[in-house]
């Protein structure tokens, strides 16, 4: 089309040109009659077998219809018209074959057709819009008169008319479209806002909090169905706001005093704007006055005129008696938990004297013992061996003892707490242990420990019995090596994680967290109990590490024991960390 044809229109970018080219609603749809009927004439008019209707999209041509071959869609790189449709001009060449612009395209070469006359009119729209172009070409050489470019460029404005017309039709097919949603929007506004409002009436008539509302002039206009039970009355909206706290029976919160007018939670709503969680009571002509939160609020429409106020009171009569029950549970419970703490204390300063007084009379047996087994030194063997058992059944008897009296004692009420350097504990305790642990051929390894407040004799009693049931349960005929370590733990706290890792037989995992129970001492994990026969029971008393735990528990922290990595038993234990500055 000659370029008269978009003259003064603004160029359009790419992002335009396709938005305007897509909201014809062409691409990819069959052609109407009269773009055929155009196409057609257009063939006629040139004197030539064919003639199409291209569309350029962003990477394709659409012969959208064609005349004297099957259209279809290719790539916009090898279309023709591609090339200058943007430049608002008629297109006209004799031969194609021996135009340098299209010598090499795939329509002229023979790899898609073979065009030798060929002549574009582009379709522009007024807007400047590109949106394609209407071709005519043979597969021969020749040569369009003026005459007959200038009824094909009539032939492009009867196409842009009709573009245009389309464009008119979807446009207002779009605007029906989105009328008939506003509408549909609206009618479902509508229906939600009848559904909401029947709904709104429904909870009202169905929760069980009562619903009171005003008028701006503090007169009454809505009683949901538990304020008219409540008050065993509706609202009156003839009643002044003087009268409503007479008239509807409104207390003070201790049941007793009149409310007065100026109180009433809903009349402050209004003139305080809002109100909440003010109790009160409703007295009652049945004899069963009701206690009740009230929280309510002013409204306003959105040009601040005032509409009036809204109160919501929750029935909290039941919740009154209980916590009146709570309080009187509580004392009973705070009594009751300090005789039993006085029990408790009683009975941990019993165990501690039982286990001291018992170990009297066994260190007297203990060295009688010793004494015979002295005198039968040469003496038969059998009296030997009976002397012998009785010496270890009264060491163990005076193990179990020192175990109790430990126990008793990590029950004991805690002493103050004091930053003391675990450390010196741990180098303390490997002291009183240096006799079993060179015994046992045992290797003790205590890497750096921090300072911590803790009760400094508790737990160093603690390191102790770790160490020397690390020690008491190591593998027969192997070396023992026992590591004391700690580490920060950011999780517990800021405070520490200590661990004493041993490479003995370990614990069977079911069995790690029996191991901190009163008297329970389980087979190591190496020996795998027969079926049926319940867990194997080694040697010990079962109170170690239940002190330990006691211990723990008492600052605070909390033990629990893992596998060493390689083997063995790991317990691990937290203490909380020195504060800081």
Known sequence: MSSDVAAGAVPRTEEQRLAALHLLGLLDAPADDELQSVVRVAAAVAGVPFATLNLIDADRQCQLTSTGFEGSTSARADSMCALHFEEGRTVHVADASLDPRYAHNPWVDGRIGAVRLYAS?????????????????????????????????????????????????????????????????????????????????????????????????????????????????????????????ARYALLEADGVTPMAAERVPLHRALHEGEVVSEEMVI???????????????????????????????????????????????????????????????????????????????????????ELLEDELADGPALQSGWVAAGRRGVRRMLHLTSSLLDYAAAGAPARPLELTDVAELAREALSDLAATVEEAGAVVEVGPLPS?????????????????????????????????????????????VFSVADDGPGVLPEDRARVFEVFTSLAPAHEAAPTGAGPRRSAGHGLGLATCQRVVERHGGRVWLEETPGGGATVLFTLAGAPTA
């Open 283 to 369: 007295a009652s002509l049945n004899g069963h006055p009701r206690t009740v939160l009230a929280s309510g609020r002013a409204m306003a429409r959105s040009d601040g005129a005032p509409l009036g106020a809204v109160v919501v009171m929750s029935d909290v009569t039941a919740a009154r008696e209980h916590t009146r029950a709570l309080e009187e549970l509580h004392a009973e419970l705070a009594e009751r938990g300090a005789e039993l703490e006085r029990s408790n204390t009683e009975l941990a300063r019993f165990a501690a004297v039982a286990s001291h007084d018992l170990r009297a009379p066994l260190t007297v047996v203990d060295g009688y013992l």
């Open 121 to 245: 009119v582009p379709l522009v729209t007024v807007d400047g819009d590109a949106l394609g172009s209407l071709c005519v070409f043979d597969t021969r050489p020749g040569h369009l008169s003026a005459a007959q470019l200038e009824r094909l460029e009539d032939l492009g404005r009867v196409l842009l008319a009709l573009f245009e017309r389309q464009r008119q039709v979807r446009t207002t097919e779009a605007a029906h479209e989105e009328v008939q949603r506003q509408r549909r929007v609206a009618d479902a506004a509508l229906a939600a806002l009848e559904e909401r409002t029947e709904l709104v009436e429904a909870v009202l008539d169905t929760i069980d909090v009562a619903v009171v509302a005003a008028g701006p002039d503090g007169r009454l206009t809505l009683f949901n169905r538990s304020a008219q039970q409540w008050h065993e009355m509706d609202a009156d909206p003839t009643a002044a706001p003087e009268e409503h706290a």
């Open 452 to 496: 911590v407040p803790c009760d400094p004799v508790a737990v160093r009693q603690l390191l102790q019995n770790l160490v020397a049931n690390a020690v008491h349960h190591r593998r027969p005929g192997r070396a023992c090596r026992v590591v004391v370590s700690a580490r920060p733990a950011a999780d517990e706290g800021g405070g520490w």
